[in-house]
């Protein structure tokens, strides 16, 4: 994903040899071997026909050398002005992470509105020497467009995978689509189509699922959200955007779960494991596939040529473009960010050249120039890359959904949201304590902020300063229980009443991770180590108080000293902008009946101990503790005992 890299990417650089049915690498080669016949066949759905091309091959033959080198860049908006593209005519701007309006990462929606349109109006001026061309926007919508104060703030993918919905995830993503078109945009890094296997990487929350069939399952459904259904010939309807596929290949494989480490796999396996959503995605017509920091067997995405070109726009028939990552092409050997042709060469058509993109746009031309990239290379690029913008309709002088900024944290869309949040939370633990009746009298232990509730890749990159008051229609946890008690005639204890003269029914203890994202995420062992909630469980219990836990976190955690202390115990994941959502489970009705069931499962399994290796995927001695597909329901009741004994002391 994209963001202010202040730190260096760390990465294993590993040699394999070759393995029968699908090694990656021939010892001691050049260039790594792929065998297409062991990859899937794919076909664009509706990005190409005959109309488009002829205009296309059209606006190229007018197009100079520094138009068509533009078009291959993309710059922050912190590093670009509007006025830059008289002189430097880009393809594309992003908003980083941590990237706003003039510097602020709080700028109003009509601000970001303002921002879009400025960079539209010069890129379509009519001045002597300039082929008018549209310039795209990008930015990280991955829960909802959360970069923009007062936006919708879906739970993150790995809730969306517990939720086992595909049509609720279609449905999220046309809400995110109709927001990110109202201020101007046109283009979303997600959905994250990443298999993560393992649940010590930070970025583990990106991805629906560790099992392939559940992503598989999801990529079509997340790509005609954002984008629509695929029409041959036509154009995106009002109101939608072009999807990214992320990130080609393998970036949930990495050894130890590495934030852009090795992923060290034979190609049946890369193919099995991790290659699952991108099929159906290109067969839903995605517009754009985004390449991983990571490396296949020490090979960099960034310059394999064998998997950009020859499987992924070949094999699979990919016919939109594909983007670096944040200064990805920078990674390569030989390279920087400045200057890097093998990336080009190898298959990016859009280099993410956020900070020194000028320098890199010179040094492009001299390449061009000299032979270094040819200008067939160059002219499929820009095709692949033009052919994405008539596909969205940016040539044409209508944009419907352009400033109707009313459409940010609208009520269908928070209707949607907290429908995500109920389907999303997972019931490990009931020892007959759910549901509570809504006349009970009932202390919340909040241990939780609003940043912990939304998780990374809210305002900024680590989302650790995200406030509640940037979304004025979000509601936290806490709220929403205390409204489902008064609605029901309870009662919501306060932590300074008298508990053993007042002793509530029951206590809610809200606790979780603090927010993070890539990089600073990464964790080596899959354990929650906070002790502050755990002492709080433990002295509520030994008031007799019956305890529900409800655990905020971006991937399962070790967890079991809380879990054995807890009457019940709910993974709530990350669940956005509707705490509400979680009360509409936890509180039944007047009668004491469910008003909603539990229906989430687990998309990953849980770990049993804090090991280096929480678990593998197959012939693991080391089980989990929850299985994948695991989640107690009020319909089919059970009870989960202690944990092992040799495992509950830390």
Not at 406 to 423: N, P
Not at 594 to 603: A, E, K, N
Request: aromatic letters at 8%; charged letters at 20%; a negative charge.
């Amino acid at each position: 994903m994209t963001h202010r890299r202040f730190l260096s990417g760390l990465w294993t650089l590993l040699a394999c040899a070759a393995t029968v049915g699908g090694a990656a690498l021939a010892a001691g080669a050049g260039e790594p071997t792929v065998h297409p016949q062991l990859w899937p066949k794919a076909r664009s759905a509706g990005l190409v026909d005959p109309a488009t091309e002829a205009s296309i091959t059209g606006l190229i033959r007018q197009m100079s050398l520094r138009e068509k080198v533009g078009q291959v860049i993309q710059a922050d908006i912190g590093h670009v002005k509007p006025s830059d593209l008289r002189e430097y005519p880009l393809g594309s701007i992003l908003a980083g992470g941590d990237s706003g309006p003039d510097g602020d990462e709080r700028a109003s929606p009509q601000a970001w509105l303002k921002l879009a349109c400025d960079f539209h109006a010069v890129a379509l001026e009519t001045r002597p020497g300039h082929v008018p061309i549209p310039v795209m926007f990008g930015v990280d919508a991955v829960h909802g467009h959360n970069n923009v104060v007062g936006a919708e703030l879906f739970p993150h993918n790995i809730a969306h995978g517990a939720a086992h919905d595909p049509d609720l995830v279609r449905r999220i993503g046309a809400a995110t689509a109709e927001e990110v078109a109202a201020t101007g945009i046109d283009w979303a890094f997600a959905p994250t189509l990443t298999v993560p296997a393992d649940v010590r990487w930070g970025r583990s929350y990106e991805g629906y699922s560790s099992d392939p069939d559940l992503v598989r399952r999801y990529a079509g459904p997340a790509i005609e959200g954002l984008q629509g259904a695929p029409a041959s010939g036509g154009r995106l309807q009002p109101g939608h955007i072009a999807a990214t596929a992320k990130h080609f290949l393998g970036d949930g494989g990495t050894a130890f779960g590495e934030d852009e480490g090795d992923t060290a796999l034979g190609e049946a396996d890369l193919v099995r494991l991790h290659a699952a959503g991108y099929p159906p995605a290109i067969e839903a017509g995605v517009l754009t596939v985004m390449a991983s920091f990571s490396s296949w067997n020490g090979d960099k995405m960034h310059g394999h040529r064998p998997l950009l070109t020859t499987i992924l726009k070949e094999r699979m028939g990919f016919d939109g473009f594909v983007v670096g990552d944040w200064n990805g092409h920078g990674q390569l050997s030989g390279c920087n960010k400045d200057r890097c042709p093998a990336a080009f060469n190898a298959g990016i058509d859009m280099f993410m050249a956020p900070l020194t993109w000028k320098v890199l746009y010179q040094n492009l031309l001299d390449e061009v120039t000299s032979g270094q990239i040819p200008m067939a290379r160059l002219e499929d690029a820009v095709r692949r890359i033009l052919r994405v913008k008539f596909k969205l309709g940016l040539f044409e002088a209508a944009r419907l959904y352009e400033g109707r900024l009313e459409l940010l944290g609208s009520d269908s869309h928070r209707a949607i949201a907290r429908e995500a949040v109920r389907k999303s939370l997972v019931l490990l633990k009931n020892d007959g304590v759910l549901p509570i009746r809504p006349s009970a009298r009932v202390l919340v232990a909040d241990f939780s902020s609003f940043a912990m509730q939304a998780g990374g890749w809210t305002l900024s990159w680590q989302g650790t300063d995200a406030r509640r008051r940037d979304f004025p229609n979000a509601e936290m946890i806490h709220a929403g229980i205390k409204a489902a008690l008064l609605a029901g005639g309870g009662k919501l204890v306060e932590g300074t009443d008298d508990l053993v003269a007042t002793k509530p029914d029951v206590a809610i203890v809200v606790f979780g991770e603090a927010p993070y994202a890539e990089m600073f995420g990464d964790i080596k062992l899959p354990l929650y180590n906070q002790r502050t909630a755990l002492r709080e469980i433990n002295h509520l219990k030994s008031l007799g108080i019956r305890i529900v836990s409800v655990f905020l976190s971006g991937r399962p955690l070790w967890v079991s000293q809380e879990i054995n202390a807890s009457d019940a115990f709910v993974a709530a994941w990350q669940p956005g902008s509707e705490g509400g959502g979680v009360a509409d489970v936890l509180i039944g009705d007047a009668t004491g009946a469910p008003r909603y069931d539990f229906t989430g499962t687990l998309s990953f399994p849980w770990p049993r101990a804090a090991t280096a290796a929480p678990f593998a995927r197959e012939g693991d001695v080391l089980t989990p503790q929850f299985p994948l597909g695991y989640g107690l329901s009020y319909a089919h009741a059970g009870k989960v005992g202690r944990l092992s004994e040799e495992l509950a002391g830390r």
